[in-house]
C-alpha cells in the first residue's frame, strides 16, 4: 500500500506531492506549492525547495536539520493563488516535534510556475 502524502491530503505521495517532486507534474496552485514544499521539508528534498523559490529570494545553500521531525501540516487561510492569479498567499501551521511554525507564506508565478517568494512568522 502506498504511503499517504506528508501534506496532509488523502492521496499517496506518488499522486500527490510526489510528482511534483519529480518534475512530472507543476503544482496549480499556490497552496499547491505550499504543501509539495512541506512535504519536500520532511522528504528533505532541498533541489526542490530551491528549485521552487523565487530567484530574487532564494539562498546560495540551504541545510537542513537532519533531526528536524515534522509532523504535520494544517493550511489555515488562502488568498487568491489559482490559475488566475500571478501571487497569492497561504497561512499555515506546521508542526514538528516540539513545536510550531505559524506563517503566512507569499508565491507568485515566474515564467507560468509558481515559486515561494517570502514568509512572516505570525506567531
Given at each position: 500500500?502506498?504511503?499517504?502524502?506528508?501534506?496532509?491530503?488523502?492521496?499517496?505521495?506518488?499522486?500527490?506531492?510526489?510528482?511534483?517532486?519529480?518534475?512530472t507534474?507543476?503544482?496549480?496552485?499556490?497552496?499547491?506549492?505550499?504543501?509539495?514544499?512541506?512535504?519536500?521539508?520532511?522528504?528533505?528534498?532541498?533541489?526542490?525547495?530551491?528549485?521552487t523559490?523565487?530567484?530574487?529570494?532564494?539562498?546560495?545553500?540551504?541545510e537542513l536539520?537532519?533531526?528536524?521531525?515534522?509532523?504535520?501540516?494544517?493550511?489555515?487561510d488562502?488568498?487568491?493563488?489559482?490559475?488566475f492569479?500571478?501571487?497569492?498567499t497561504?497561512?499555515?501551521?506546521?508542526?514538528?516535534?516540539?513545536?510550531?511554525?505559524?506563517?503566512?507564506?507569499?508565491?507568485?508565478?515566474?515564467?507560468?510556475a509558481?515559486?515561494?517568494?517570502?514568509?512572516?512568522?505570525?506567531?
Open positions: 500500500m502506498a504511503t499517504t502524502c506528508p501534506c496532509g491530503l488523502s492521496k499517496s505521495y506518488g499522486e500527490c506531492c510526489g510528482r511534483f517532486h519529480a518534475g507534474a507543476a503544482a496549480p496552485t499556490a497552496e499547491a506549492l505550499m504543501r509539495s514544499r512541506y512535504s519536500a521539508f520532511v522528504k528533505g528534498d532541498v533541489a526542490y525547495l530551491l528549485r523559490w523565487h530567484p530574487r529570494t532564494r539562498p546560495a545553500l540551504l536539520d537532519p533531526g528536524m521531525r515534522w509532523t504535520g501540516l494544517e493550511i489555515l488562502t488568498g487568491d493563488g489559482s490559475a492569479h500571478a501571487t497569492g497561504v497561512t499555515f501551521r506546521a508542526s514538528y516535534r516540539g513545536g510550531s511554525l505559524h506563517e503566512r507564506s507569499r508565491f507568485e508565478r515566474v515564467d507560468g509558481w515559486v515561494y517568494l517570502d514568509g512572516e512568522f505570525l506567531d
